[in-house]
C-alpha cells in the first residue's frame, strides 16, 4: 500500500484547509485508517482516525470539534477538514493505514505516507 498525503499550504490563524491521502497498490476500505502530525522539535502525535466503513472517528483532544477525518472508500481516499486553524496546528501531516477494521493505537500503523506540511500563521 502506498499513500500520498497532499493538501497543505501556508494559512493564516482561524482558516481552512482540506488535507487528502491517496492509497494504491491495493483498496484499504478494510483498513482503518488514521491523521498523525510532527511539529518541528517534537514527536509525532496521533490526530484523527477512522474505522474501515467510515464510522466512529476518534479525534485527539486538541482538534476535537475544529477537524473531521472522513474516508470514500470507493475513490479509496482519505480526507481530513480543518477548520479554525491555530499556529499550533503547524506539523507535517501524515496519513497512515492499520490493516485491521477498527483502529488501535496500541498498536503500529502499518503504512505511511510522505507528509504535508502545515503551517498557521498567527
Known amino acids: 500500500v502506498q499513500l500520498q498525503a497532499s493538501g497543505g499550504g501556508l494559512v493564516q490563524a482561524g482558516g481552512s484547509l482540506r488535507l487528502s491521502c491517496a492509497a494504491s497498490g491495493r483498496t484499504v476500505s478494510s483498513y482503518a485508517m488514521a491523521w498523525f502530525r510532527q511539529a518541528p522539535g517534537k514527536e509525532r502525535q496521533f490526530v484523527a482516525a477512522?474505522?474501515?466503513?467510515?464510522?466512529?472517528?476518534y479525534y485527539a483532544d486538541s482538534v476535537k470539534g475544529r477537524f473531521t477525518i472522513s474516508r470514500d472508500n470507493a475513490k479509496n481516499t482519505l480526507s481530513l477538514q480543518m477548520n479554525s486553524l491555530k499556529p499550533e496546528d503547524t506539523a507535517v501531516y501524515y496519513c497512515?493505514?492499520?490493516?485491521?477494521?477498527?483502529?488501535?493505537?496500541?498498536?503500529?500503523?502499518?503504512?505511511w505516507g510522505k507528509g504535508t506540511q502545515v503551517t498557521v500563521s498567527s
Open positions: 497512515a493505514a492499520q490493516a485491521q477494521r477498527a483502529i488501535n493505537l496500541r498498536f503500529d500503523m502499518d503504512y
Open positions: 477512522v474505522n474501515w466503513g467510515g464510522g466512529s472517528p
